[in-house]
Structure formats: structure tokens, C-alpha cells
T-cell receptor, first 116, second 117 residues
């Protein structure tokens, strides 16, 4: 298997501020990580694919200037929600293909963002 | 584009009984992977079981098993001897090729399973 962590697990911020969420692969290197958004009682929606050392690939409809993704190392990807607004409140989940089991995606525990 | 359909938004099962969750998918590929993930109230996504399309044998993990019908593009999950801890959202997922040697998951909308004591 593989362990993926996220920090923080929850965050509350004021409208207009920026929030950074970290996603780490703890026991393996991940050249690719994924960021999902999940609204209550809904499925996971892929926001972007984070590639180590290169630009992220965003899904259609996702604002790349609002959701900044940086994948500076093989174990860390960050998602920064810039100038957050209440409509950005959601549950954000990261994931990565496992090491030694590259056909299975492993997920972090998620981060609940609440924008006041 | 691949799609994954879970036609049962909610299901319930009595403790110790068996329940089957349905999933169908659409694809033109011949080799692919299918998954069932569980999301309990903690919201941590947990892999339940994985099926490789080229394997005819249905995957099994303890009380969890699948009925994989490749021609019908059906991938149902059977939970035997249901336990209270099985209560969760269950997502069916398909591993899709996204180009440039990369893959991503396509999820169904999920089935909420309740276990009645």
C-alpha cells in the first residue's frame, strides 16, 4: 500500500484570504498527485493533476489562477486557494498512485475548508 | 469518455446479511482496472477491492467480492455478513487513460449503505 497525508485536516478562513493545503506521500515518491473536490453527499470531482517539476493539468472549468498547485518535490504537492470566497468552502482530497502498486490510487484524509 | 454509473443512491442491509451494490461502466478499452472505494463518515477514502479486466476470476477480499461481467460492463460489489462498520458511501471507479502515459480515476456518484442492527 501507500500512505498519503494532508495538512491541515480542517481550516476556517475569512473571505479574501488565501489558504494552502499540503499533500504528502509518506513512504513513497509520487511524480503525480491528484486534487479532488467533494461537496456534501456528492462524488469526488477531479480538479487537477499535479506533476512533479512541471505545471499542473487542470480539468475543464477549474480556475487555475484561483487554485494554485505546486509539486516541488517527489513527496509534496500543495494546493493554494487564493482569495477564497464562501463558495470555495468544500472538502478537498489529494491522492497518488501507490508505490509498488502503481495501479491503485491512495487517498489522503482530506481537508475541510470553510470560508466565512 | 468513460462513464461510471451507480444506479442505487441508497441501500440498507440488516446486520449479518448480504447486500449487493451495482455499478456499470462504459468504455471502449479492453484492458483496464475497476475499483470499489469506501468512504465512511470520517471521509477517508479506503480501497475495498480491485479488479483487473484481463482477469476472468472475480476478485475477493474477505467478506467483499465482486461480480465482474466484462461483456455486460457490469461490476457489482457483494458484502457478506454485513457489519455495522460497513456503513459508508461506496464509490465505484474506473481507471481511465488520460494521455501521455497517465491515468486517472472516474468515479460513480456513490451508494450510501446503511447497516441496520
Amino acid at each position: 500500500g501507500a500512505v498519503v497525508s494532508q495538512h491541515p485536516s480542517w481550516v476556517i478562513c475569512k473571505s479574501g484570504t488565501s489558504v494552502k493545503i499540503e499533500c504528502r506521500s509518506l513512504d513513497f515518491q509520487a511524480t503525480t498527485m491528484f486534487w479532488y473536490r467533494q461537496f456534501p453527499k456528492q462524488s469526488l470531482m477531479l480538479m487537477a493533476t499535479s506533476n512533479e517539476g512541471s505545471k499542473a493539468t487542470y480539468e475543464q472549468g477549474v480556475e487555475k489562477d484561483k487554485f494554485l498547485i505546486n509539486h516541488a518535490s517527489l513527496t509534496l504537492s500543495t494546493l493554494t486557494v487564493t482569495s477564497a470566497h464562501p463558495e470555495d468552502s468544500s472538502f478537498y482530497i489529494c491522492s497518488a498512485w501507490g508505490a509498488g502498486d502503481t495501479d491503485t490510487q491512495y487517498f489522503g484524509p482530506g481537508t475541510r475548508l470553510t470560508v466565512l | 469518455a468513460q462513464t461510471v454509473t451507480q444506479s442505487q443512491p441508497e441501500m440498507s442491509v440488516q446486520e449479518a446479511e448480504t447486500v449487493t451494490l451495482s455499478c456499470t461502466y462504459d468504455t471502449s478499452e479492453s484492458d483496464y482496472y475497476l475499483f470499489w472505494y469506501k468512504q465512511p463518515p470520517s471521509r477517508q477514502m479506503i480501497l475495498v477491492i480491485r479488479q483487473e479486466a484481463y482477469k476472468q476470476q472475480n476478485a475477493t477480499e474477505n467478506r467483499f467480492s465482486v461480480n465482474f461481467q466484462k461483456a455486460a460492463k457490469s461490476f457489482s460489489l457483494k458484502i457478506s455478513d454485513s457489519q455495522l462498520g460497513d456503513a459508508a458511501m461506496y464509490f465505484c471507479a474506473y481507471r481511465a487513460y488520460s494521455g501521455a502515459g497517465s491515468y486517472q480515476l472516474t468515479f460513480g456518484k456513490g451508494t450510501k449503505l446503511s447497516v441496520i442492527p
